[in-house]
């Protein structure tokens, strides 16, 4: 008769077998979802839409919107943006136009947004030709004053 020279009888291996696991580890699973947490709560607040502009101070009340509102900004340098897109004086009307059709008409209030520093005749001549091609609810954006 053989001998077994190798071991046991089963291949080698000494013992039992070890039961499969049949849990999850969710612990590291839950650490990713609050490290992303974290940052998602650090960085909204940097995800401010808009023109990054130095509005002047008042004490004026803010105004309360429904819907998302259509802002016109002019920047430091003159240039002029409807809510984040650039456009040139001459294009202004018609997109304005074009905009405010496709959203519900020309009773749509515009916020005026302008930095302070930005040049007065360039604000004037914008709020000119909205006036003069019929967008009548213009509202002027400003922070609130925080000295007195």
Do not use: C, H, W
């Not at 190798?6 to 696991?21: D, E, F, Q």
């Not at 839950?30 to 509005?55: E, K, N």
């Not at 105004?63 to 202004?92: C, H, Y």
């Amino acid at each position: 008769m053989g001998m077994n020279v190798g071991g046991s009888a089963n291949g080698g291996r000494r013992g039992r077998r070890r039961a499969v696991m049949a849990e999850i580890n969710v612990t590291p699973m839950v650490d990713v979802m609050l490290v992303l947490l974290i940052i998602f709560m650090v960085s909204a607040p940097l995800l401010t839409v808009g023109v990054p502009l130095d509005l002047p101070q008042t004490q004026a009340k803010s105004l309360e919107q429904d819907k998302t509102p259509l802002q016109l900004s002019v920047d430091v340098k003159g240039r002029i943006f409807i809510n984040d897109t650039e456009v040139a004086m001459a294009d202004l009307i018609p997109k304005l136009k074009a905009i405010t059709d496709a959203r519900g008409g020309m009773d749509e209030r515009i916020f005026m947004r302008a930095d302070k520093k930005a040049d007065y005749g360039t604000v004037a001549k914008v709020m000119g030709r909205l006036s003069g091609a019929g967008f009548k609810r213009l509202a002027l954006v400003t922070e609130v004053d925080q000295g007195s």
